[in-house]
Every structure is written in C-alpha cells, then in structure tokens.
C-alpha cells in the first residue's frame, strides 16, 4: 500500500487506468463528432463527392431560407415549455396524492408507474389507435355521453396537445422522484405549522414547496433536456397518424398534420439522411448543441443535487 | 371499500384511541371523508392509466372485421392474431436483434461503467470535478447532435451501416448516464471498507471487485436495467443505422413498420404493441426494487 501511495505517478497511472473506457469513448464517440460537426457545418458535403468549404452559406440557409426550421423550432419549443410545465405539475400532483394513500398504496403505485416502461413506439402506436377519430375507443366513449370528440393526431390543432397526453400516460418517473422528496421531508415541520393552525395551502407552500425546490428545479431542466431530443413519439405519430405506408426507402414528409409534430431532432434527420444536405444538417444540430449548452449550464449553477456530496 | 381487495395490506391506519365526544367524532367523520376523498381521486386516475391498457389488449383479440369497427369488447376471441403476428415475416428476428442490442449493449455498459465510476467517486485526482462536468455534459447531449460524423466513420470507414454494432460497440467505452448513477450510488459507500481492504492488501483492482461490486449491486442491476430498457426502447438509432436492412431490425423500429403492413388492421397491430411492451413489464415485476430505487437516485440521493 505504501508503495502505491507515495508514488505519484504510479497512482496517476492508476486513475488514467480505471477511466480509460470513458476517456476513449469521450473522445472518439463525443468530442471527435463535435468537432466534425461543427468542420461540416461550413461544408457543402452531399456525402458522396468530397465536401468543399462554403463559408456561411449553410447557416444562412437554415436561418433564413429553410421553410421547415420556423415551424420546427416552434414546435420544439412548444414542447419544452407545455410539456414540461404540464409534466412537472402533473407528476408533483400525483406525489402528493400517493403520498396520501392509506389503502392499497402498492397497487396505485404501479398502475401510476407501469405505463412509463411502455416502449415509446409501443406507447405511442397504441395511443394513435386509441385517439383516432373515425373508430378510437376514446372517441367512441365520448360520443356514448354525448360529446363528439376532436380528431386529436389528425388535427394540427390538437396534435401537439395530444403528444402532452401521451407524456402525461408516461409520468411514472417524475412521480416516484417527486414522492421520495415528498416522503424526505421532515414530519416535525408538519407538526410545528399544525401548531400554528396552518392550511392544506399554508403547509404546501411554507414547508413542503421549501424542501422540494431542489427536486423541481432538477426535474424541470432534465425535462427540458429530454424534450428537446423529442423524436420518436412525435415522428412514429405522425407517421402512422397519417397512414401512408412507409415502407423502406419511401420518403414521408415529417411532421404530419401540417407540420404540426415536427421538430427540431426530425429535420436534423431530414436533412441529413434524407437530403444529404449534411452542411444545414450540422448547423441544426449545433442550434440544439446550443441550446442543450445552455440549460446545462444553468443545471450546474443551480446544483440541483447533481454535483453535490463530494464527499 | 373496494380497494382493500385490491392490494396492499396497510389499512387506513386508526390514530391512537380517541376521547368521546362531539369534538372526536366531528374529527374522525373528517378523517374518513378525506380517506374517501383520496381514494375516489385515486381509482378515478389509475383508471386512467390502466384504460389504454385494457383496450390495446381487447383490441388485439378481435376479428379483423371487428376491429374497424368503433366496438370495445370483442364478440369473439381471436388468440390467434398472436400467432399471426409471430408468423409475420421478420418478427422473430427483430426480437432476437432486439435481444442482442439490449443484451450486449447492456453488458458492454455496465463492465465499462464500474472502473470509471468508482475512480470518479473514490479516488482523489486533480481534475476529478472537470471529469465529472465532462461527463454530465455529455448526458445532456442530445443524441442528434453528433450522429451525423458518427454515422459517416461508421458507414464510410467501417463499412457497418445496416447491422446494429455502431450502436453496441460504444457501449463498451463508457455511458455517461450510466456511469453518472452508478457514480452517485457509490459515494454511498463507506471510505472504510474500501481502505481495509487495503490493508488487506487489495490492490485497487481487487479491491472493485472483491468488495465495490458486491456492495454496489443495487445500483449496478439500476444501471443494467435502465440501459436495457434503454436499448429496447431505441428507436432513432436502429433507425439510424438499420433502416435499410429489415434483417437488422429491432421489434421498436419493426413496430411501426408492422402498422402499414397490416394497414387498417387494428387488431394485429395492437398483438404486436402488447408483445413489445411484455418483455419489459414482466421484468419490472420481477426487478421492481432496483428500479424504483434507480429512479430516486438519478433526482434525489447525492
């Protein structure tokens, strides 16, 4: 033991040693393709003929000439903040509730938790069954109490609110983080705002709102992390939403209805592995870079429980 | 109550004894209101969530001519649709990629997550909290971001487009979200039992594998777990490197294909959606721990 303390390059050997999968799959897996996006994002590059520098002319195009980029990054950012917001209001109501059951806590746990496993294609083909317009049983129950229900996927008005839906099916994890902050804060502040003959309301926003701040601040930024990647549940909705057949090698136009579900991750697809258009491909996908950046950071100064117990 | 059959054994927990009185019973007629209260929110939405469930499987047993009908119950039982979809060509295959990618790429991740994460949390090095951001930026990272050079290399230098390797062979070098949980599980464990196996003379490397990893199973199953639901789940990358090959395909990239091959069969579709989603139900009932404990630990421990 003596000898591997008190030499310090052995022991430097030693760190290099055990972080070696990650160091070399950071580099080749993380660092390498950032730069090579950020190198392909000033070329015009088709993919097949070897790429030739054009200045900015593929940032000028996406910014300014692209039709789909508007509506795309609405929808992205649509998405992250309905989505998000509705998502962390949602999870922390059904914490509190859970928290207050006496009876049968176990069952609704996991009927609260189980749709969260589903595999988001698997979630998402089921709920453009269960929502389509002509024959879904959701339409069908609605129209049995009278109401004739919207067209939801079909619909660019109610697409988007639909995908809510879908995340909402899928709360399982916000809530079981929500409930052990809950079930983490200290009983005995309870009891002393019971002295003072404090509310339901009072007792939620002075004692449990305080102690679960951490918690939502870190749930609201993963969740907008998570959203701006949305990608499958948006692109396999509109897809089988519109029911064209989409065999290998046919090529659907994205965001079915009208754009609606379109976003920034399903263009970055477009217009790479359907256009080769690899220059404005890389330039969106630095715009997300950016954006994810930027919450990350904000991640990091705020904590959130994330970098804290250094022990 | 109903919901007393329904699961779990605690009752709705009597306080201690009460005096008599109007003022009691004025209390304890409030308490069963709100247990009242609580409980009907409660069934009202696990109905909810459980709904979708029930008419995806009623769905998947009707005839075919009954499912484009707006009916919910079945007027017969068609268990076959289940052997039909298996007989769909390519169904099999896409379970055994599924497999395999799942499989694989969680073996790869957690053999290569252990070293690093526990260097991350036990060992003292200058640039310690550098690594640490490193690695939680690049769990922030979204997946688009860096998937176009990585495709080319893979296509153009490797030759691999159309197998699922570019998404397995990464895992062998270090996931970050992996490492960054299994990272916070072990700071959870004492400094002293890593230093007197030291003393026993435990090299470092011994030292992770005779004693890190059998107190860190917890978070190791947690890590294994979610990179396997994260593999099953996948659906951006297969489409990334697989689309052009249906031999490669996983059952969430199939999925959707298998909707316009049926077109307007709801019913074998929806055989189809159950069966992808089985796997994973029935390993969370049996891994229900590990899990929910994985979940607390990416937001609350550490």
């Known amino acids: 033991m003596a000898l591997t303390l008190s030499n310090p390059a052995r022991r430097r050997l030693r760190t290099l040693g055990f972080l070696s999968p990650w160091l070399v799959g950071f580099s080749v897996f993380f660092a390498y393709p950032l730069i090579a996006t950020v190198y392909f994002s000033f070329m015009h590059y088709n993919q097949i003929k070897e790429p030739t520098f054009v200045g900015l002319r593929n940032w000028t195009y996406v910014f300014e000439q692209m039709p789909l980029f508007g509506p795309a990054l609405w929808n992205t950012l649509w998405l992250v903040v309905v989505m998000v917001a509705v998502r962390v209001v949602f999870g922390l109501s059904l914490g509190l509730l859970i928290t207050k059951i006496k009876t049968g806590a176990g069952f609704f746990r996991t009927a609260f938790y189980l749709p969260y496993l589903a595999p988001p294609v698997a979630a998402t083909v089921a709920f453009v069954f269960l929502l389509n317009p002509g024959t879904g049983p959701v339409n069908e129950v609605l129209e049995a109490v009278g109401i004739s229900g919207p067209n939801w996927f079909n619909d660019p008005d109610t697409a988007k609110p639909s995908l809510v839906m879908l995340s909402l099916w899928g709360i399982g994890d916000l809530m079981v983080i929500f409930m052990a902050a809950l079930l983490d804060v200290p009983k005995e502040q309870y009891e002393a705002a019971d002295l003072d003959g404090a509310g339901a309301w009072a007792k939620f926003r002075y004692v449990t709102w305080p102690a679960i701040t951490p918690i939502v601040m870190f749930a609201v930024v993963t969740g907008v992390v998570q959203t701006m990647q949305y990608y499958t549940q948006a692109l396999v909705a509109g897809k089988v939403a519109s029911g064209v057949n989409i065999g290998p090698g046919s090529v659907i136009q994205p965001g079915y209805p009208d754009h609606s579900t379109l976003t920034v991750p399903q263009l970055v697809y477009q217009l790479g592995f359907q256009n080769f258009n690899t220059g404005a491909a890389c330039v969106l996908s630095l715009v997300l870079f950016a954006i994810a950046m930027a919450v990350t950071l904000l991640l990091m100064r705020k904590r959130s429980g994330l970098l804290s117990a250094e022990d | 109550m109903t919901t007393t059959t329904l699961g779990a054994p605690a009752a709705p927990a009597p306080a201690p004894p009460q005096p008599h009185g109007p003022a009691a019973a004025r209390a304890r007629r409030k308490r069963v209101l709100h247990w009242i209260a609580v409980h009907s929110v409660a069934i009202a939405v696990a109905l909810l969530f459980v709904l979708p469930f029930v008419f995806v499987f009623l769905t998947s047993v009707m005839s075919d001519s009954q499912a484009m009908s707006g009916d919910l119950w079945p007027d017969s039982w068609h268990w076959s649709n289940y052997k039909t979809v298996f007989e769909t060509p390519g169904f099999l295959d896409w379970w055994r990629n599924s497999l395999l990618y799942a499989g694989l790429g969680t073996l790869f991740t957690v053999c290569s997550a252990i070293p690093v994460a526990y260097a991350l949390a036990k060992f003292r090095f200058r640039g310690r909290r550098t690594a640490m951001l490193l690695v939680i930026s690049t769990m922030m990272l979204p997946p688009q971001v ?108 199939g999925l959707e294909s298998f909707k316009s091959a049926h077109s307007v069969n709801w019913n074998m579709t929806m055989a189809a959606t159950l069966l992808v989603m089985a796997p994973v139900i029935v390993i969370f009932f049996f891994a229900q721990k590990a899990f929910v404990e994985g979940v607390t630990l990416t937001g609350v421990k550490g």
């Open chain 2, 146 to 253: 860096i998937v176009i050079p990585m495709y080319l290399v893979w296509a153009q230098q490797f030759h691999l487009s159309g197998t699922l390797w570019p998404l397995i062979i990464p895992m062998a070098f270090g996931d970050a979200y992996s490492i960054f949980l299994l990272r916070q599980f072990l700071l959870t464990i004492p400094k002293e039992y890593i230093e007197s196996a030291k003393v026993d003379g435990c090299g470092e490397f011994r030292t992770m594998v005779k004693i890190v990893v059998p107190m860190a199973k917890p978070g190791i199953a947690a890590i294994a777990l979610f990179q396997f639901f994260y593999c099953w789940n996948d659906y951006f990358g297969p489409q990334i490197y697989a689309a052009q090959n249906p031999g490669a395909w996983t059952l969430s990239y």
